[in-house]
């Protein structure tokens, strides 16, 4: 069992930066892939980006590519999302997520995903 909890959600202007951290209990945090992703009111989660065990490999959504930065510090069993040069289309609220399978190529549906943080806002005014 692994317990996520997300925080550093807010409201920011486009252009601006915000980092959410995703902070899991247990000891386990290395074993499992680790995914971000977001829902905006009247959308499905989509997802934003994922990153390899110990941080060798990460994958993005077209949408953030360039922007966002996924990082995680298995020794303080936190993953965090960098976003940069935000925009009003990346208001949503955003989930991080626990995944067993090994490849960041293959966790991009809800469905890989084993646990799921209660979420953090971010808001993006134009």
């Known amino acids: 069992q692994v317990q996520l909890v997300e925080s550093g959600g807010g409201s920011v202007q486009a252009g601006g930066s915000l980092r959410l951290s995703c902070v899991a209990n247990g000891r386990t945090f290395s074993s499992y892939t680790m995914g971000w992703f977001r829902q905006a009111p009247g959308k499905e989660r989509e997802f934003v980006g994922a990153?390899?065990?110990?941080?060798?490999?990460?994958n993005y959504a077209d949408s953030v590519k360039g922007r966002f930065t996924i990082s995680r510090d298995n020794a303080k069993n936190t993953l965090y999302l960098q976003m940069d040069s935000l925009k009003p289309e990346d208001t949503a609220v955003y989930y991080c997520a626990a995944s067993p399978k090994l490849r960041t190529q293959v966790v991009v549906l809800t469905t890989e995903y084993d646990y799921w943080g209660q979420g953090t806002q971010v808001t993006v005014s134009s």
């Open positions: 990153i390899s065990r110990f941080g060798g490999s990460t």
